[in-house]
């Protein structure tokens, strides 16, 4: 089988494909990634085979051009659009059915069909993928769910496709409440951007529009079923496997510490979409290091040179994988990032989150807390330093995090791998591309 994956030029939505990627070329299928060629190193350095379409995403350039203008609206008195906030932007992160309103849903999707998403799948990137798509001719597509390049390439060669999830699944719980809300209304004012945009986007290559666009033929979750949002799709469960990239490992790591062990990152992903972080990473690690512990903050030269002077105990490193860090801490503080929140549930750590307000990173915060497996910092200006002190202190000194922690661990490590996923993949892509020849 053919697999072609699919992703924008980010680096931690890469990684989310690499584990699925591997197991299906274990397995004997011939899989390729298709991306911007600005993510092509990261493809690359998971030993897999690229494919650069369109032209180089540069989306920090983008979002920089729009602070920009945004700060000159600002400067002059104006209304600031929400077309200039990439936070508002992108933001559909409301999960509350009752606040759903068709007017919220609306908006949102508008603004992400006519400005997030085509950015990130411009008409460039979209038509180098269609034709590499009909050229190769893969059985399946499996495409970032932020990254609608992929259905559009899948159904215009007639491939069978799959979203892979990297966190909640927003796009398919928004799509569902909303389908249910224009069903109530008059077909005259049943207006759909996202219909809109990938309609005319497939009719430049003879295809119609089709929910699947949207949500994809069946959906890859790695969401661990008691966290994940409720929606009416298809839905494969997969066990979350980290990938955090090469690395050689250092030796203390192996080492058992002498003390309770805290890890503290903020991930890069605020970082490098806004320049900015949420939260200053100085006070983060002075409040931390000020309890009985050993901190390890891994803080690249980006955050390094305004950290000043360090409190003692604090190790600070460029990088270390999660994935053998983890193991040795019992805490972890953090920003809410996917890759970040899944390796600590896969290793039974506790965490404490200051959500960077990306996407789904604050929902998830709320869904940890309510499992008891740490807590969310909502507004960390107004928590401060004693707030966050006190919080890593109730995860250290109260077992319950703990054993609520570990409990998810032990859902996580019951759901499928995936390497047991790919026969479930070969199946649907099978069954869908008979469907598609009958004309079904």
Sequence with gaps: MRVLFTTFAARTHVHSQVPLAWALRAAGHDVRVATHPDAVEHVLRAGLHAVPVGAPLNQDEFVQELDERRSDALEAGREVPEALDYLELTDISEVRPERLTYELMHRRQLALAAGAFPTQCDPEMIDDLVRYARWWRPDLVVWDTMTFAGPVAAMASGA???????????????????????????????????????????????????????????????????????????????????????????????????????????????????????????????????????????????????????PERVRVVDFVPLDALLPSCAAVVHHGGAGTFQS?????????????????????????????AGFQVADPARLGAAGLRDLVSRVLDDPAPTRHARRLRAELRAAPAPADVVPVLEQLASHHRSAARSGA
């Excluded at 903020?266 to 939260?279: A, C, K, P």
């Excluded at 200051?354 to 996407?359: G, I």
């Excluded at 929902?363 to 940890?368: D, K, S, T």
């Design 160 to 310: 069978a496709h799959a979203r892979l999830l990297f966190g909640l699944d927003l796009i398919g719980f928004l799509r569902h409440h909303y389908n249910r809300v224009l069903e109530r209304r008059l077909p005259a004012l049943r207006d759909d951007p996202m219909a809109e945009w990938l309609g005319w986007t497939l009719e430049e290559y003879g295809c119609g529009f089709a929910e699947e666009a949207v949500v994809g033929q069946w959906t890859i979750d790695p969401v661990l079923t008691s966290l994940a949002l409720p929606t009416d799709l298809v839905r494969v469960p997969m066990r979350y496997v980290p990938y955090n990239g090469p690395a050689v490992l250092p030796d203390w790591v192996l080492e058992e510490p002498r003390r309770p062990r805290v890890c503290v990152t903020l991930g890069l992903s605020l970082l490098e979409t806004l320049g900015r972080d949420r939260v200053s990473v100085a006070e983060v690690l002075e409040a931390v290091a000020s309890l009985d512990v050993e901190v390890v903050a891994t803080v690249g030269a980006a955050r390094r040179d305004v950290l000043g002077a360090l």
């Design 344 to 372: 600590a549930l896969a290793h039974g750590v506790p965490q404490i989150v200051l959500p960077d307000v990306l996407w789904d990173s604050a929902r998830r915060a709320e869904g940890l807390e309510r499992a008891g």
